[in-house]
DNA sequence: CAGTTCCCTGAACACCCGTTCAATCCATCC
DNA sequence: GGATGGATTGAACGGGTGTTCAGGGAACTG
């Protein structure tokens, strides 16, 4: 993905969705790299490949284009990572995959995992902005109930206990973003290991299962 | 704390250290209620009753003056709660405490805890600029360590199971800053109560002691 | 009581950036 | 192939804000 299509050198127009994707797109690279504060409509444009005046054509005002970017940045890991989870067979195998997803830097395929800073842009922009709050709260909601899914999924295969899904979920879920803001900070007493290794130990603990060494082995891929 | 002082209707001249101090009080008040992005000088002058111009008297620059207002916010928070937990008896109760402390709108007495908020401004503002990025790493240590002095204490008292207390602490705390987050986003399905049973419940479970019902009671002032 | 130093003010400056808009370009259709 | 309409440009406008600065004034010093 983030193909620059060098072809397109200048004329080369393209039907609204594909400019309005492409410049969502481009909103959400600039924000990871520059941080919503320092971020231009100009720098977005030129991230594009088009004019200033281009952005404001598709988009009512630069605070809805970046609205918009935000939850899009996170729909795109949410997708992703629901993909890749729903191949696997066990409930641990999920549960393990997903916090391996979730740690950043923990699998080299995917950079720094990038889209960590854009939550704290979402959490930051929520404090006062109602619209961004709302969808927050549904972004949250929806990474909660993936976990709880896991959960269920786990409980009626009998790997994990018995007990209210959405109540384990919350914690787990919670601790995976409290311990990601470390990591993602380059904290040097929090690695991505030692993240991942106390997510699946409290884990582990909350849901009832036994470790096995091969869970805690780092960088795996996965089958 | 926080008195407008309105006697000083105009000269009253006041030496360096108060000065220094008024207006990073005055900035943080602004940060917490408007937001990193949305401060301006002028709104931290009015804020301290002084002009404009006095604010980068005092301070090279305003990204200085928002570096320094944010570190000593959150050093506020720390010597208060420092002070708080040193008073209690035993260890448990100190982890009690901590925990009402650092669910924001448990206690009453203590508005929102808008620490949280600044907590935000200073991970997204941490993720650019180093300086600030240091400053987080020095604070978040001394937060992790509050917990684990209290882990240290508690195992020496035979109320907590032995092990490596830094060990123990990360994960609480962790899971403190993730849930602390949901809380202050006012996210419908995670309470300040819920927060508070979930964080005492991990740390039993983490440091194996037992939950009397008294400690899931809501809203005690403790003794 | 002059002189010096420091505190403090508020207006002016300079720059940055979101937004607007008239003009241009390019498909597509008649 | 001329006309139509949407897509695109880039320059200009305008508001906002960090920073500077010349000056006023209070306290302290000798």
Partial sequence: ??????????????????????????????????????????????????SPGLILYYF?????????????ANDQFYLRTSREIRRLGS???????????SVPGYLPEYGRLDEWALWIEVW???????????DREVL??????????????GQASGEFVAGDADAFALPIAALID??????????????????????MEVAAHVLGFAL???DLVGQSAGA
């Fill in 1 to 50: 993905m983030f193909k620059p299509e060098d072809d397109m050198s200048s004329g080369a127009p393209k039907h609204m969705k594909d400019r309005h994707q492409e410049i969502l797109d481009a909103a959400a690279r600039v924000i990871t790299e520059r941080g919503l504060a320092e971020t231009r409509i100009s720098d977005i444009a030129e991230q594009a490949g088009v």
């Fill in 60 to 72: 009512d005002s630069k605070d809805r284009l970046l609205a918009e970017a935000l939850t899009y």
């Fill in 91 to 101: 409930a641990k195998e999920q549960l393990r995959r997903l916090i391996d997803l």
């Fill in 124 to 134: 930051v922009r929520a404090l006062r902005d109602p619209e961004t709050a709302k």
């Fill in 140 to 153: 949250d909601q929806r990474w909660r109930a993936q976990i709880s899914d896991i959960i269920r999924i």
């Fill in 178 to 199: 409290g311990l990601a803001i470390q990591v993602i900070m380059n904290d040097s007493t929090v690695t991505a290991e030692r993240m991942h290794r106390s997510c």
């Fill in 212 to 214: 096995e060494p091969a």
